[in-house]
Nanobody
Framework: QVQLVESGGGVVQVGGSLRLSCATS????????MSWYRQAIGKERELVSY????????NYADSVKGRFTISRDNLKNLAYLQMNSLSTDDTAVYYC?????????????WGQGTQVTVSS
């Protein structure tokens, strides 16, 4: 059973930092790419950052470049999102995601999300 569980969200003031974690199980983590998405109230879910299975390929949304850092630990089956210099625009529910082959097709698996609230 594939599971993704986010943690590390909370309330932080503008300019603060948070580190999100995504604990995974039920699939060979080191074989698959991971992504972080976020969804603010009234907005569509958006891709924040992506990391390849080996950690060699990374990209970020323009809005978080230079402030957020994605990483992974393939021994612990964990993905991380370090978020610095947070602004109120970063307030959202953050989700980790992976795409796995299921029955000959690709299926996205999501965690339950963790709330990040940046207060002024």
């Amino acid at each position: 059973q594939v599971q993704l569980v986010e943690s590390g969200g909370g309330v932080v003031q503008v300019g603060g930092s948070l580190r999100l974690s995504c604990a995974t199980s039920g699939f060979p983590f080191r074989t698959f790419d991971m992504s972080w998405y976020r969804q603010a109230i009234g907005k569509e879910r958006e891709l924040v950052s992506y990391i390849s299975s080996d950690g060699q390929h990374i990209n970020y949304a323009d809005s978080v470049k230079g402030r957020f850092t994605i990483s992974r630990d393939n021994l612990k089956n964990l993905a991380y999102l370090q978020m610095n210099s947070l602004s109120t625009d970063d307030t959202a529910v953050y989700y980790c995601q992976t795409v796995l082959p299921v029955g000959g097709a690709s299926r996205a698996f999501w965690g339950q999300g963790t709330q990040v609230t940046v207060s002024s």
